[in-house]
């Protein structure tokens, strides 16, 4: 198998501090928790910006202050989103604007439950197709979000028309809370690992209580995963999490006992397909 690829994924853009006082919002503290989770062991990070209020936002200056700042103390792959729920569509791309090596590519829509709310994240086929057809033009490495089976359609779809550079990068999103998610039971996971394009690359995101689990199947089955307080704040049932590179540091504990080698930031890029942005 490949080495492990381990993505941290720091903040997100619906809950906040109110969940977990761990979770970083600010640009400082986004940039301390990249760097802990790479010494930890991630190769990635995923990054979404907040405002002063802790509100999701897409803004490029918040994005660049966060990469700059993160390129100038640790050398992990950036991935900004192009994500957020609640977020225009046309703030939701600026975040390219801050030369990101990677960004995620959301393959259709959701409906989030949280806090007792109905939260609606669309992602029109016409807007999946510009989001691409930027990240093309610009070198960033479009990683795909697929919620479920169904979603694999969007995937062929970039593929047939020419927009999107091998190895495509997939991240299998499971677990999620709302229409459109799909249960992060082990049954479900092998169903998406068999609609994955031939030669991809796969990541697994699992949400809340399925992440420990789905991290554990991603490493068996020749995946990579993802963890962190974007997708679960607690570390075990009860237990709030006391940071995300306490999630990374597990992974790399269950990577070892497994016999899967973990892969820095340089190896990522090289398995992914993308080049170092200075």
């Known amino acids: 198998m490949e080495k492990l690829i381990i993505t941290a994924a720091l903040t997100g853009g619906i809950h906040g501090k109110e969940a977990n006082p761990a979770l970083p919002e600010q640009p400082e503290e986004i940039i301390e928790e990249a760097c802990r989770c790479y010494n930890a062991g991630a190769a990635l990070v995923h990054l979404h910006a907040r405002d002063r209020q802790g509100r999701g936002v897409g803004d490029p200056v918040i994005f660049r202050t966060i990469n700059e700042g993160i390129r100038a103390r640790c050398p992990v792959v950036i991935q900004n989103t192009t994500g957020g729920p609640g977020i225009p569509i046309e703030k939701r791309i600026t975040s390219l604007d801050a030369d990101p090596e990677s960004a995620s590519l959301n393959m259709g829509s959701v409906v989030f439950f949280y806090g007792g709310k109905e939260v609606t994240f669309f992602n029109l086929r016409s807007e999946i197709e510009a989001f691409a057809r930027e990240m093309q033009r610009r070198g960033i490495k479009p990683e ?23 190895p495509f990068y997939v991240n299998l999103v499971i677990g999620v809370g709302g229409m459109g998610g799909y249960p992060g039971t082990p049954e479900n996971l092998v169903t998406m690992i068999r609609h994955i394009p031939l030669g991809a690359v796969f990541n697994v995101t699992a949400i809340g209580k ?26 075990r049932k009860n237990e709030l999490a006391t940071g995300n590179a306490q999630f990374v540091e ?17 190896e990522a890029r090289r398995i992914l397909g993308i080049g170092k942005k200075e």
């Open 144 to 166: 795909l979000e697929t919620y479920n089976p169904s979603m694999f359609g969007e995937v062929e779809n970039l593929i047939s028309q020419g927009l999107l550079d091998a």
């Open 210 to 235: 399925y992440q420990l689990a789905m991290n554990t199947m991603a490493i068996l089955t020749g995946g990579h995963t993802r963890v962190g307080l974007e997708d679960n704040v607690y570390y």
């Open 250 to 266: 597990r992974v790399v504990r269950l990577a070892r006992e497994l016999g899967r080698e973990v892969a820095t930031p340089d």
